[in-house]
């Protein structure tokens, strides 16, 4: 694991690969942190420079007591930047899959290929539970608060960044079990191929081998 200070926070994150390989960032859900993507990123690393970091308010990262999704995805941008890598491409599941969204609108040069695994819509979400805290570690509780509030009542400009994005992108979405309708994502970014593996949220953990088959087949593509 290494450390990084970018973008006003301390970020943690791993390093596998060959760094002179093309780069590719693995970006967990809300409550994960990097360990999530075992056995993901040894895949990867077989022919790219991956790096996962532990977004703010997750795993070894800093706590800042803020967590707007923008700012996590600025956070992002200046770690790609901070290791040297001109473009990357950027997998996101979930929390990640939103914060890869708002890397992509907001620093288009940094992702040449968008994959987003099982996102939330970029609409209102309706009959969402309260967060009740217990518990859990590994993540900063306020980070749940703050990110379920950004998930239930979302900020238009996401919605309409979607509309820009120019990078071929990848929306894999979990199918009926999912909580969530990414199809709806898929629809708004221009040419974007949507794969559905009825698997659930966690697409790459209840379907490891269709989700690295989706995503190679997508990398293979030219251009990929």
């Known amino acids: 694991m290494r450390e990084a200070a970018v973008n006003g926070v301390k ?7 060959d760094p002179t ?3 590719l960032v693995l970006l967990h859900g809300r409550t994960a942190d990097h360990n999530d993507w075992n056995g993901i990123t040894q895949h990867f690393a077989a ?28 956070d992002v941008a200046a770690l790609i930047r901070h290791l040297g890598i001109g473009s990357a491409v950027v997998v996101g599941h979930s929390l990640g899959g939103v914060v890869a969204c708002l890397l992509t609108i907001r620093h288009p040069g940094l992702v040449g290929r968008l994959v987003l695994e099982d996102p939330p819509q970029p609409y209102p979400l309706q009959g969402r539970a309260p967060v009740e805290e217990d518990d859990s570690t590994g993540f ?12 239930v ?60 088959r989706a995503v190679d087949d997508f990398l293979a593509e030219p251009g990929g």
């Open 140 to 151: 900063d509780w306020r980070m749940m608060h703050e990110t379920e509030r950004q998930l």
């Open 153 to 212: 009542t979302p900020d238009p400009a996401w919605r309409d960044g979607l509309r820009g994005i120019a990078a071929p992108a990848l929306v894999l979405s979990g199918g009926t079990a999912s909580p969530f309708r990414s199809e709806l994502v898929a629809e708004l970014i221009p040419g974007a191929r949507l794969v559905t593996i009825e698997a659930g949220h966690l697409v790459h953990v209840s379907a490891r081998r269709e989700f690295l």
């Open 11 to 17: 970020l943690s994150f791993r390093e596998e690969g």
């Open 47 to 74: 022919r790219h420079h991956v790096i996962a970091p532990d977004l703010r308010g997750h795993g070894a990262s800093e706590h800042p007591g803020s967590y707007a999704v923008p700012d996590m995805a600025d």
């Open 21 to 23: 390989s093309p780069a």
